[in-house]
């Protein structure tokens, strides 16, 4: 229901939009059938249809630029496709792949980015709406580049130099990719957190899309240390951090609240039993748009995945919800990430990837080479913010 009042708010909106339009273009609307039902087809299709029939007339350019029908048709892909980015690391090269469904038989699609000449030092620092944000470092060297990039439409932008100048060597960096949605105009804006962690002290600056610069927020207390470059999930537009602390017997995690712009940290995760004493291999995840954390260790088959949990209203514990694996064939793996469907991505101790369904226990390898991977939701959209530029395609192959 509240999908079609959706589609009808859309509809009326390409109606109002190009009645606006000169006399001269009335031909356009002596379509067969009804824009509702015409709204209700284009929704459906995919984001390379849909550019080209912007070109069919200008009742269908309407529409498909229509923000409403662009939040609608994100909506219906959200909930329908399922999609992964992959990000695979060589020696010298980092490359994108697109796997529509993993379920299916499809091959992954390469993916040819606005730095086809820049790839050793590129970082994908999140996925949201089918927007990507991609980071482009030397070492930790105070001089890189962000932007965000739409591969359906092929529209990028490069974002304004940052606020907070640091010296090479001494300061470590870490990135996150949020989002806001503005429920009152069908639009929202787009952050990127940037924490610059010096020895005495942290800096911490946001950019906005919609102000299209960044601004220093004040932290209280702030003493982070990060594992990555990037932060470790995106989950309902928030990014999430493993802390690195000086506890062997303790989890930290931090997440970046958009809506106020400030950190909140989580429950510490405390081990126990066979975790004591051990080397452990620890992930966040988005566990079907929950945060998640899964660990391993040698010597154990599987994974055991815990999620918060409310008890009764009082603060928030970590809880063990269940336990993936052995994998037949498999002696050790590392999960990636849990799809839409339930189903699992994981990396083997080969290097290898593949798709594991708990279900039914079956596993399909996925044909993606490298020597590290990462794993992010994606969802192909016509989002676009002010300022898009439309890629040089001339090196793609």
Known sequence: MANQERNTEAADDAMSSSSSSSSSSSSDYNLCLPIEIIFDILNRLPVKSLLRFRCVCKTFRHVISNPTFISSHLLHHHTTTAATIFTFKHRTTTSFSLLQSPSSSQKPINLVHPFPNHTRDLHLV?????????????????????????????????????????????????????????STTSSGDYKVVRIVSFKSHTRVEVYSSISDCWREIQVMDLRFYFHKLCCGVIVNGAPYWLLSTASNDCLRFTWFDVQNDVFVLLPGLHFSGSYYGTTLDCKLMDWKDNVAVAVCCPGNPCVDVWMLEDHCGSENNWCKKFVIGPVLGVERFWLLQCTKNGE??????????????????????????????????????????????????????
């Open 344 to 397: 699992i991505i994981a990396e083997d101790a080969r290097k290898r990837i593949f798709l594991y369904n708990p279900r039914n226990v079956e596993t399909k390898y996925i044909p993606i080479n490298g020597v590290q991977f990462e794993a992010f939701h994606y969802v192909e959209s016509l989002v676009s913010i002010k300022g898009f530029k439309q890629q040089e395609l001339n090196n793609q192959h």
């Open 126 to 182: 999140g996925s949201i709406n089918g927007l990507l944000c991609l980071s482009r470092t030397l070492d930790f060297h105070p001089r890189f580049l962000l932007l965000l990039w739409n591969p359906a439409t092929k529209l990028f932008k490069s974002l304004p130099p940052p606020i907070i100048q640091t010296a090479p060597r001494f300061f470590q960096l870490s990135l996150g990719f949020g989002f806001r949605f503005y």
